[in-house]
Structure formats: structure tokens, C-alpha cells
């Protein structure tokens, strides 16, 4: 038997690991502790309380609230710690990084600090590809060096740095995987593929930035839980690992994909101003994974395809946040205006 404090798990990815891990381990609880901001939403978790009964507990707390850390890890008797929650989007991060600095870097130094305290069996931390900055060419290695270019980046960089120092300094048992670009089921439409999607059912232009010919690899969201599954059972201790489909696409492809698949008109591409030091390729090797027996079970073009099916049948769940107030002060203020200030830089 196992208790996974699961932070963030009300967010994207961790709200789909909560239910993979609930589904593949009978014996394990799990605590979600989540602060709830913008991106936090229980409808991600809604089957949740009814499927697995006393085995989910939920806890509204900041990762930044230390008392509040330890209480919930000794009141439930917690052994591992896996941290989902961050701000994460770069475009926030662009438009003001303090929450980044407070959550991504502070409140990772909180809970590992408790994690010493409390002598957790495991600490795992989520990050991201985007700790390799910018990668012209090849794919990068865990023992590359980080080089983070955004904001965003450079908070979860510092935390990874603050992980594995508490494991060389403390011997914290600690673990990290480094995900690439992720795509499925309750994504928040900020980030660009859901964005897209719910924009282009609606017949609202996509603001594509700059040239579009950025390459990503959008990985589908239940292969990378599949992986950190994996690595908190399999992973060395101290270790780093890279998740990827090892597939990768340019913006623009992936923008004509999702409105052939809706069967929408290529005039709903918008080109728009860029994104301030925009990275233009994140590629990651994944051998290390490989190697502990683990394989991605979908292309970037399947991950694509199943979220757009799944956007189009799951309108309760998207459309309600994009017609909220908080949704669409933030579109005015990171899109208004955008197009006009691509014609001006002509
Ligand atoms: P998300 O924005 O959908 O969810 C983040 C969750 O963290 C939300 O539920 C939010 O309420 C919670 N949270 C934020 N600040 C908090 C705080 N101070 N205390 C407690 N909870 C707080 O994010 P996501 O896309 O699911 O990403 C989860 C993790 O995976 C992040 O650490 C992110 O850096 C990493 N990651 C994401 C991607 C991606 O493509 N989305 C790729 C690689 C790694
Ligand atoms: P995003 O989903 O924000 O993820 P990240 O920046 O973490 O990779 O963006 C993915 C890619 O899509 C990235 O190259 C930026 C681009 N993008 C757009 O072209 N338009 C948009 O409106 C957004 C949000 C992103």
C-alpha cells in the first residue's frame, strides 16, 4: 500500500494521472492537493470521488503554505510526494512571472522541504522539456545542460536544480521526468492545441505566431502518466528522465491537421506578432526511458486527433471556462492587438 500526495492534481495532466493511478493500483490512496487557481478545476476530477470512494482525498492548499503542507502529509500518513502543480503557461509567464518564482521555485523548495522532514520514501517532480531551451538540432539528453530561455522555463529549471540538490545534499530519494508538450482530455484552452480547437468549432480565427514553423512534440497526456507510473516504481533514485513520443510537428502542420479533422477552412488561420524569445524546436531523446522498458503509444498526429474528438464531444467541460470572466480578460490581453502589431513590425 502506498499514499501519493498529488499536488496539482486538479490540473491537466495530474487530474488524468489521479485516475491512472486509482484505475492500475487498488491498494494505493491518493491525497490531490491543490490551491485551485485559473487552472484548477474539480470538474477535471469529477468521477473521481463517486469511482474510488475513501481512497481520494481532496485538500484546497498552496504548495507556498508550508503548515498546511505538513499537516496534510501527517494527518494521512502521505510516503510520496508527486508535484504537478506550477504555473504553466509561457505566455503568462511572459506577461508576469511573479506566481512562477512563488509557485514553480518557492513553493518546490516547500514541499521538499517537508519531504526531508517528514522522510518521504519518494519525491517526484514534474518538469518539462522546456528546462533544454531552444533546440536547433538533434534531441537533448538528460545530462544535457539546462538552458532555459522563458520565464516559465527558468522556474522549472531552478526547481529541478533545487531536486536533485536535496537528494546530493540531503539524500532525498528523488526522482524527475521531463515531459514534452502535452495533449488530451481537460487541457485548459490557453494552451495553444486546445485554444485551437475550441476556436476553430466556434469559426474563431487561430492566431498562429510568427512564421509557424516552430516544432513541438505534442505527446499524448496518458502516455506521460503511463511514464511517471513508471519511473516512481522503475526510475533510479536521482535520476532524470525524459517523456516524448520521440515524433515531432511544426505549428502550422498541426494547425492544418486539427482544422482538417473538423472540416474547417484554412482562412481561420490567423498569423499574429510572435512570442518574445520564442523557442523554435524542443526535441527530447527518450532512449533512458526505453531502456526500463516503456514505449509511447501514440504519434504526435494520433495525440492530435484523439483531443480534437475529444473537444468536440466534452463542450461541457471547455466551454463554460471560455465564456468565463477570468478566460476572456486574459484573451484580450495577450491577443488584442496582436495582429495589428504584426503589420506594424512589417
Ligand atoms: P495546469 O496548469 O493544467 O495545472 C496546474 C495545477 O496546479 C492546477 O490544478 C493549479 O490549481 C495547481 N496549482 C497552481 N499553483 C498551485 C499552488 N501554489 N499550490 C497548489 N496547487 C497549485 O498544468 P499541467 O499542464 O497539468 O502541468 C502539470 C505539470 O506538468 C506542471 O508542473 C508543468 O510544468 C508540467 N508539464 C506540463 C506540460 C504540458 O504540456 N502541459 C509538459 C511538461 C511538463
Ligand atoms: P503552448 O501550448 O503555449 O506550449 P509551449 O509554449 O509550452 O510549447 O504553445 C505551443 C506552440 O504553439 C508554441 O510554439 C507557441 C505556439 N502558439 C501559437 O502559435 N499560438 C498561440 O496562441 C499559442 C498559445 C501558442
Redesign the pocket.
Given at each position: 500500500m502506498r499514499t501519493l500526495l498529488i499536488?496539482?492534481g486538479?490540473?491537466?495532466?495530474?487530474s488524468n494521472f489521479v485516475r491512472l493511478i486509482l484505475e492500475r493500483h487498488p491498494d494505493y490512496h491518493v491525497i490531490v492537493?491543490?490551491?485551485?487557481?485559473y487552472?484548477?478545476n474539480l470538474d477535471n476530477l469529477k468521477d473521481v470521488a463517486s469511482r474510488f470512494g475513501d481512497r481520494y482525498v481532496f485538500i484546497q492548499?498552496?504548495?507556498?503554505d508550508a503548515e498546511k503542507v505538513g499537516q496534510s502529509l501527517q494527518i494521512h500518513n502521505v510516503d510520496t510526494i508527486v508535484n504537478?502543480?506550477?504555473?504553466?503557461h509561457v505566455d503568462r509567464s511572459i506577461l508576469d512571472p511573479d506566481a512562477f518564482i512563488q509557485?514553480d521555485v518557492y513553493?518546490t523548495y516547500v514541499l521538499l522541504e517537508a519531504a526531508r522532514e517528514m522522510g518521504m520514501e519518494r519525491y517526484h517532480q514534474?518538469?518539462?522539456d522546456e528546462v533544454y531551451g531552444h533546440v536547433p538540432t538533434g534531441t537533448s539528453k538528460e545530462s544535457d545542460p539546462i538552458a532555459p530561455r522563458s520565464p516559465y522555463a527558468a522556474s522549472?529549471a531552478s526547481a529541478d536544480l533545487m531536486v536533485l540538490a536535496y537528494h546530493i545534499t540531503y539524500g532525498l530519494p528523488v526522482t524527475i521526468t521531463r515531459?514534452?508538450?502535452?495533449v488530451g482530455p481537460y487541457q485548459?484552452p490557453e494552451?495553444v492545441v486546445p485554444l485551437f480547437v475550441t476556436n476553430a468549432i466556434d469559426d474563431l480565427p487561430l492566431p498562429l505566431y510568427g512564421d509557424g514553423l516552430q516544432v513541438r512534440d505534442y505527446h499524448y497526456v496518458l502516455d506521460h502518466c503511463d511514464a511517471i507510473d513508471l519511473v516512481l516504481h522503475q526510475g533510479e533514485i536521482g535520476e532524470a528522465y525524459n517523456v516524448g513520443s520521440g515524433s515531432e510537428m511544426k505549428n502550422l502542420d498541426m494547425t492544418r491537421l486539427i482544422l482538417g479533422l473538423l472540416s474547417k477552412p484554412e482562412s481561420l488561420i490567423q498569423p499574429v506578432k510572435d512570442r518574445p524569445g520564442h523557442d523554435r524546436r524542443y526535441a527530447l531523446d527518450i532512449s533512458k526511458l526505453r531502456a526500463l522498458g516503456w514505449a509511447p503509444a501514440h504519434t504526435c498526429e494520433e495525440s492530435i486527433t484523439s483531443t480534437v474528438r475529444w473537444y468536440v464531444e466534452n463542450e461541457w467541460w471547455w466551454r463554460p471556462i471560455k465564456n468565463g470572466e477570468h478566460y476572456q480578460a486574459y484573451y484580450r490581453a495577450q491577443y488584442a492587438g496582436r495582429e495589428a502589431a504584426r503589420e506594424l513590425a512589417r
Open positions: 499536488t496539482g486538479a490540473g491537466f495532466i495530474g492537493y491543490d490551491k485551485l487557481t487552472a484548477g492548499g498552496d504548495i507556498c504537478f502543480a506550477a504555473e504553466t509557485t513553493g514534474i518538469s518539462t522549472k515531459g514534452a508538450n502535452n485548459y494552451k
